[in-house]
């Protein structure tokens, strides 16, 4: 996730339905003894492995500046596990850097994409576990358990490249996604899904937000400012799909926030805060994102290694698995919608 400005959305902060304090199980179980062979998404949600996530963030979670050895290690990660599950792979070099995209079209040839994404690189001295080696971990385990099903709109997996240098790959592929006229139903953009914490006072807000925000700030004073939540930021033409990822969340006991922008505000400057990730790339255009968070420096202490290391320990995988299982159902939802 890009470096933090000072302006912060001015748009209300709304703890959904899903968040209801008697937390269910994590659904994930061992696909190695289990069929996970059906389609729906109450079938493969429960297909979401753990230790899969566990190991991919320990592969990702190295310094992995553009062009070092680590960046290129993670890069071949993402194409290689992208051809492993037999998309259509594509290194998509732009100016400055490369994106890996993977493609399964849709059985509806008129069909928009659907696009599930994260950003692969990072900054100079950190290993970036929660940012983004965890949204790159759940990128590819969607993309394993999808991709044998047959979905309506095509289905684009992307690890965006440069990211942290101002969301340049992803902005890349959204202007020309734009110049070719290409349909674009939504995207899902993971940008650190990682850190949580019961403990009262581990959520915090900018200043002045209490001012702008009253009663979205009580809230969380009734829930005593715990981080233990997990962020959608939408523009208004994610709506459904914001609904959707909260009702799966609910379904496995994830406590969801949705940070709803109007279309009037989401590229004023009062915003830009909600911007720090690939899914602006996209509203730019006026395509449909979802950045899908922890909150990063608003809560993780380890953000870009300023108050500690961003290393795998640090990162709650029961809470990782619920969100890879919220998103994957949304995204199911999404590739079949008419």
Request: hydrophobic share 40%.
């Amino acid at each position: 996730m890009l470096r933090p400005i000072i302006l912060f959305p001015l748009l209300a902060l709304q703890l959904g339905s899903a968040c209801g304090s008697d937390a269910k199980p994590v659904q994930a179980i061992d696909s190695a003894t289990s069929a996970c062979t059906g389609s729906s998404a109450e079938e493969l949600m429960p297909c979401v492995e753990m230790a899969r996530l566990s190991s991919d963030i320990d592969a990702v979670a190295i310094e992995r500046v553009p062009n070092s050895a680590g960046w290129q290690s993670v890069q071949d990660l993402c194409k290689n596990r992208l051809e492993e599950y037999g998309y259509q792979v594509e290194l998509a070099n732009y100016a400055t850097g490369t994106n890996v995209l993977g493609r399964r079209a849709g059985t509806d040839v008129a069909a928009g994409e659907v696009i599930v994404s994260s950003h692969y690189d990072h900054i100079a001295g950190c290993a970036g576990a929660d940012d983004n080696a965890t949204g790159i971990a759940a990128t590819l385990e969607i993309a394993r358990l999808l991709a044998s099903r047959r979905n309506r709109h095509t289905l684009v997996i992307a690890c965006w490249d440069e990211e942290e240098s101002g969301l340049i790959g992803s902005r890349a592929y959204a202007d020309s996604a734009k110049a070719t006229d290409t349909d674009i139903r939504a995207v899902f953009s993971f940008d650190g899904i990682g850190f949580i914490s019961s403990e009262p006072n581990s959520q915090t807000v900018p200043a002045g937000f209490e001012v702008l925000f009253p009663d979205q700030v009580a809230e969380l004073e009734a829930r005593e400012f715990r981080g233990d939540y997990i962020s959608l930021i939408a523009d208004e033409a994610s709506t459904a799909v914001a609904e959707s990822f909260a009702a799966h969340g609910d379904s496995v006991g994830l406590i969801t926030s949705v940070l709803p922008v109007p279309e009037a505000l989401k590229l004023i400057s009062q915003t830009a805060d909600l911007r720090r990730s690939d899914h602006a790339s996209f509203w730019v255009h006026d395509y449909p994102g979802v950045m899908v968070t922890d909150s990063a420096n608003f809560r993780n202490p380890n953000y870009h290694c300023l108050g500690g290391m961003d290393l795998p320990g640090t990162l709650d995988m029961d809470f990782v698995t619920q969100v890879t299982q919220a998103t994957l159902g949304a995204a199911i939802d999404a590739l079949d919608t008419p």
